[in-house]
């Protein structure tokens, strides 16, 4: 495929432009190459159509189709009925509530936290700060498999923290078995992954603020609360309209994996999110119709979302340019 | 997906030079430093890194103890063995499964990197119709959560007989939009001048990007080869839909081995490390690049 993109003469004449490289030269020297860029541009747009768009848009035919994702079997067509379907199951209500659990819960481990992290730890600089930084990154960068697992035995009947309750009185629930617990212990794991993350990007979002605004309000006697609201805040708001829109749109994402490894949605799906519930659909009960019409509706919905942010973000971000 | 697949292009604008040294000045311009408060904050910092990693910190010091003392809770695992290691490296193939894996990260980085250079320099470089068409195809694409496309996605490698094999987890990643969009904003920043310079002496495009701009991209390149290596070392979802009952790459090999292993914690453990020893590696020699790429790349 990249041979294609091989310039067809590589030894041309020097004298072709005008020398200087102005406006006009540049145009006349691209006019007859002038399907060179599209040549560059191909390998990435062809994968793109073929592992994106193209399925995206066979997500949606299959939606109005009956069919157990097997070769052999045939696609019935049955219109929207899927889609009434999937609105009435009572595992997608759940699962639709316990997404905005997720992404509630989530936004305080990528941005609350992260903010009042970054605020108190801001007078400690230097090599102890990139000592720190460097120890808190370690959790985002450690595989799924992992994650579950050493949580799994932090949390177990004779694991670290029964060992540590036990000194106190208290006994060690099985966490993952009960509906109660579960979400939250699931919360807890996948926000240690996410809170070194938000707190480095934070911090880079505080680095990148000119001191000169603070100074020059704390000159005219502004106190520190009042800097915070009026000038911080939003000269850091592209970070934070940055790190909800990813709570937002990944908060599945993130916690699919460790859901299939410990609890598989439930129990009684009371950790099951929108992302569990289609793969649930297409791989476990080979029902790919309800899972594409599911997909569909979710695609719409954070389509929705996102757009609403990429619009606040226009409107709300100051640069400091 | 990985968590590096979002970023928002449009963010383009926060300036971010060398972080560390703005941080310096800005601290001492700011607040005038109190006492107090290098404590706070550096009891603060000090308990996130426990929290951080302790967990980590476990599971190696769980792996390291000698079997008869797994279910021990003192800090310090001792005596040392390294009898888990042995037990897991006896009981699944691990060895060729972290080559593996190793493999198929590598090629989808280089790959990743290669289709990203060459979709970048088309639109850094060039004007054409339907350059703005093409581009919001890159930047639309993170707005697909890969959960629905899977289905499709599936068919596609079961028709192309690649299920069950490393090619088909490779194949729909190849290009990843997220590289192509980070790399478009540094081949903006590439001065055109030296692109048009290395023009008049008669080179191609083609040329010119290899002997030119590549060279001087080294840093850029580096950052995102590293970004999306750990990406695809730590991808989950795919590998285990498409390798279902295989023990060729390490996800799917350690997942059915915590399964099977239940409650042998040195052993579950020791896998689990292993899982991670090249990215935690990775990261211990090229700290300050593997931060650095995540962060800047989820502002930028």
């Given at each position: 495929?990249?041979?294609?993109?091989?310039?067809?003469?590589?030894?041309?004449?020097?004298?072709?432009?005008?020398?200087?490289?102005?406006?006009?030269?540049?145009?006349?020297?691209?006019?007859?190459?002038?399907?060179?860029?599209?040549?560059?541009?191909?390998?990435?747009?062809?994968?793109?159509?073929?592992?994106?768009?193209?399925?995206?848009?066979?997500?949606?035919?299959?939606?109005?189709?009956?069919?157990?994702?097997?070769?052999?079997?045939?696609?019935?067509?049955?219109?929207?009925?899927?889609?009434?379907?999937?609105?009435?199951?009572?595992?997608?209500?759940?699962?639709?509530?316990?997404?905005?659990?997720?992404?509630?819960?989530?936004?305080?481990?990528?941005?609350?936290?992260?903010?009042?992290?970054?605020?108190?730890?801001?007078?400690?600089?230097?090599?102890?700060?990139?000592?720190?930084?460097?120890?808190?990154?370690?959790?985002?960068?450690?595989?799924?498999?992992?994650?579950s697992a050493v949580w799994r035995w932090l949390l177990a009947?004779?694991?670290?923290?029964?060992?540590?309750?036990?000194?106190?009185?208290?006994?060690?629930?099985?966490?993952?078995?009960?509906?109660?617990?579960?979400?939250?212990?699931?919360?807890?794991?996948?926000?240690?992954?996410?809170?070194?993350?938000?707190?480095?990007?934070?911090?880079?979002?505080?680095?990148?603020?000119?001191?000169?605004?603070?100074?020059?309000?704390?000159?005219?006697?502004?106190?520190?609360?009042?800097?915070?609201?009026?000038?911080?805040?939003?000269?850091?708001?592209?970070?934070?309209?940055?790190?909800?829109?990813?709570?937002?749109?990944?908060?599945?994402?993130?916690?699919?994996?460790?859901?299939?490894?410990?609890?598989?949605?439930?129990?009684?799906?009371?950790?099951?999110?929108?992302?569990?519930?289609?793969?649930?659909?297409?791989?476990?009960?080979?029902?790919?119709?309800?899972?594409?019409?599911?997909?569909v509706l979710f695609f719409v919905g954070f389509g929705v979302?996102?757009?609403?942010?990429?619009?606040?973000?226009?409107?709300?971000?100051?640069?400091?340019? | 997906?990985?968590?590096?697949?979002?970023?928002?292009?449009?963010?383009?604008?926060?300036?971010?030079?060398?972080?560390?040294?703005?941080?310096?000045?800005?601290?001492?311009?700011?607040?005038?430093?109190?006492?107090?408060?290098?404590?706070?904050?550096?009891?603060?910092?000090?308990?996130?890194?426990?929290?951080?990693?302790?967990?980590?910190?476990?599971?190696?010091?769980?792996?390291?103890?000698?079997?008869?003392?797994?279910?021990?809770?003192?800090?310090?695992?001792?005596?040392?063995?390294?009898?888990?290691?042995?037990?897991?490296?006896?009981?699944?193939?691990?060895?060729?499964?972290?080559?593996?894996?190793?493999?198929?990260?590598?090629?989808?980085?280089?790959?990743?990197?290669?289709?990203?250079?060459?979709?970048?320099?088309?639109?850094?470089?060039?004007?054409?119709?339907?350059?703005?068409?093409?581009?919001?195809?890159?930047?639309?694409?993170?707005?697909?959560?890969?959960?629905?496309?899977?289905?499709?996605?599936?068919?596609?490698?079961?028709?192309?007989?690649?299920?069950?094999?490393?090619?088909?987890?490779?194949?729909?990643?190849?290009?990843?939009?997220?590289?192509?969009?980070?790399?478009?904003?540094?081949?903006?920043?590439?001065?055109?001048?030296?692109?048009?310079?290395?023009?008049?002496?008669?080179?191609?495009?083609?040329?010119?990007?290899?002997?030119?701009?590549?060279?001087?991209?080294?840093?850029?390149?580096?950052?995102?080869?590293?970004?999306?290596?750990?990406?695809?070392?730590?991808?989950?979802?795919?590998?285990?839909?498409?390798?279902?009952?295989?023990?060729?790459?390490?996800?799917?090999?350690?997942?059915?081995?915590?399964?099977?292993?239940?409650?042998?914690?040195?052993?579950?453990?020791?896998?689990?490390?292993?899982?991670?020893?090249?990215?935690?590696?990775?990261?211990?020699?090229?700290?300050?690049?593997?931060?650095?790429?995540?962060?800047?790349?989820?502002?930028?």
């Open positions: 495929m990249f041979v294609t993109v091989t310039a067809p003469s590589p030894a041309r004449p020097v004298g072709e432009g005008a020398g200087a490289p102005t406006a006009p030269a540049r145009r006349r020297r691209l006019r007859p190459q002038s399907l060179q860029p599209y040549l560059y541009v191909l390998p990435g747009v062809l994968f793109l159509i073929l592992w994106t768009y193209s399925p995206l848009a066979q997500t949606f035919g299959l939606s109005f189709y009956d069919w157990n994702l097997l070769p052999t079997s045939p696609k019935t067509f049955v219109g929207t009925d899927n889609y009434a379907e999937v609105l009435a199951l009572p595992e997608l209500h759940t699962a639709l509530l316990n997404t905005v659990v997720y992404i509630a819960a989530f936004f305080m481990f990528s941005l609350v936290l992260p903010i009042a992290i970054a605020m108190m730890s801001r007078q400690v600089t230097g090599r102890a700060r990139t000592f720190y930084q460097a120890l808190i990154f370690v959790p985002f960068l450690i595989t799924p498999v992992a994650t009947e004779q694991g670290a923290f029964a060992t540590v309750l036990a000194h106190f009185g208290v006994d060690m629930p099985n966490v993952f078995r009960d509906p109660n617990l579960a979400i939250w212990s699931i919360i807890v794991i996948v926000g240690w992954q996410m809170l070194g993350f938000g707190v480095l990007v934070v911090a880079a979002g505080f680095a990148g603020i000119a001191p000169e605004y603070a100074q020059a309000a704390s000159l005219d006697g502004a106190g520190s609360g009042r800097i915070f609201r009026r000038i911080t805040l939003p000269l850091l708001s592209p970070t934070l309209v940055f790190l909800s829109l990813m709570t937002i749109l990944l908060a599945a994402q993130w916690t699919y994996p460790i859901i299939d490894l410990l609890t598989q949605g439930g129990p009684t799906n009371s950790t099951t999110n929108i992302y569990y519930l289609l793969y649930q659909f297409g791989f476990q009960n080979f029902d790919v119709g309800i899972s594409s019409a599911a997909g979302i996102a757009f609403i942010f990429l619009e606040l973000q226009e409107r709300l971000s100051f640069y400091d340019n | 997906m990985s968590f590096v697949t979002v970023t928002t292009p449009a963010l383009a604008a926060a300036p971010r030079p060398s972080a560390a040294r703005r941080q310096g000045e800005e601290d001492v311009a700011v607040a005038s430093r109190s006492r107090v408060g290098t404590v706070v904050g550096r009891l603060v910092l000090v308990l996130l890194a426990v929290f951080s990693v302790f967990p980590v910190y476990w599971m190696f010091a769980t792996a390291l103890r000698a079997p008869e003392n797994a279910l021990d809770q003192t800090l310090l695992p001792w005596p040392l063995s390294l009898e888990n290691f042995a037990y897991v490296w006896d009981t699944i193939p691990i060895g060729s499964m972290l080559v593996n894996t190793f493999v198929m990260a590598l090629t989808l980085a280089t790959a990743q990197l290669l289709i990203a250079v060459l979709a970048a320099y088309g639109f850094a470089v060039w004007n054409f119709v339907g350059r703005k068409l093409l581009m919001f195809l890159f930047i639309g694409s993170w707005l697909v959560p890969f959960q629905v496309t899977m289905i499709p996605n599936y068919v596609l490698v079961s028709q192309m007989g690649l299920l069950g094999t490393i090619g088909g987890v490779v194949v729909p990643q190849l290009a990843g939009a997220f590289a192509v969009l980070l790399m478009v904003q540094h081949m903006r920043a590439f001065p055109r001048e030296l692109i048009e310079a290395a023009h008049l002496d008669g080179r191609s495009s083609w040329a010119t990007l290899w002997s030119v701009v590549v060279p001087n991209m080294r840093p850029a390149l580096a950052a995102l080869g590293i970004m999306a290596f750990i990406s695809a070392w730590n991808e989950y979802l795919w590998p285990t839909l498409i390798m279902r009952q295989s023990d060729a790459l390490l996800q799917v090999g350690v997942r059915s081995f915590l399964s099977a292993e239940g409650n042998n914690w040195g052993a579950t453990m020791a896998a689990a490390g292993l899982a991670c020893v090249p990215v935690l590696l990775i990261y211990i020699f090229l700290q300050r690049y593997v931060v650095d790429a995540f962060v800047r790349s989820g502002l930028k």
